[in-house]
């Protein structure tokens, strides 16, 4: 077998899309406020056997001692946004959500460009608890749902590491999978 057949595809433009859009609300509130530091692609080392590279992840000030500027990130980051695609989907689900738990990540995001939701997870006790789920409805699936779920809809996410940023949905999924 030839190396090209180990080829891996790179994420899609929508994919791309929707990383970048979550980067330019939280990297402009970090930067603003000079509350931290956002990464892309970046290698996360728990320990040796536990070395992951997030879509994208937010080390506040207060943890930056986990910063090595000429390597790695060595320990939990404050958040991490992990956005589902059908290869990585099951790993995002379980291996990764398990780990990032157990090694303290305090806010885990799983981004379902398909769905155009967010799930947020929030470390308390050690423990990750579902905070919520924030989805996009279409115009067409809005109309659809009862008056209490018509109330119930949210239009923004709420990034909790970060008090007061709150990130529009149909920001975040603009170009999003058709």
């Known amino acids: 077998m030839t190396a090209k057949n180990f080829f891996i595809p790179s994420k ?3 994919h791309a899309s929707i990383v970048g859009r979550i980067i330019v609300a939280v990297g402009k509130s970090l930067i603003e406020n000079e509350h931290g530091y956002f990464f892309t692609n970046i290698d996360v080392q728990f320990d040796d056997e536990n070395i992951f ?8 000030k207060s943890n930056e001692k986990i910063l090595n500027w000429s390597s790695n990130i060595y320990g939990a980051p404050d958040m991490v946004v992990e956005v589902l695609s059908k290869s990585t989907r099951r790993n995002d689900l379980t291996t990764k959500k398990d780990t990032y738990e157990a090694n303290g990540v305090r806010e885990y995001w799983i981004v379902d460009p398909w769905m155009k939701s967010i799930d ?34 949210k239009y ?7 008090d007061g940023l709150k990130i529009p949905l149909d920001f975040i999924f ?3 999978y058709k």
């Open 53 to 60: 590279v997030p879509n994208l992840c937010v080390v506040l």
């Open 12 to 14: 899609c433009p929508a």
């Open 156 to 162: 923004e996410v709420p990034v909790k590491i970060l």
């Open 120 to 153: 947020v997870y929030l470390l308390r006790d050690g423990k990750y608890f579902f905070d919520d789920e924030y989805i996009l409805f279409d115009k067409e699936e809005f109309e659809n749902l009862n008056d209490t779920e018509k109330a119930a809809v």
């Open 174 to 176: 603009k170009w999003g």
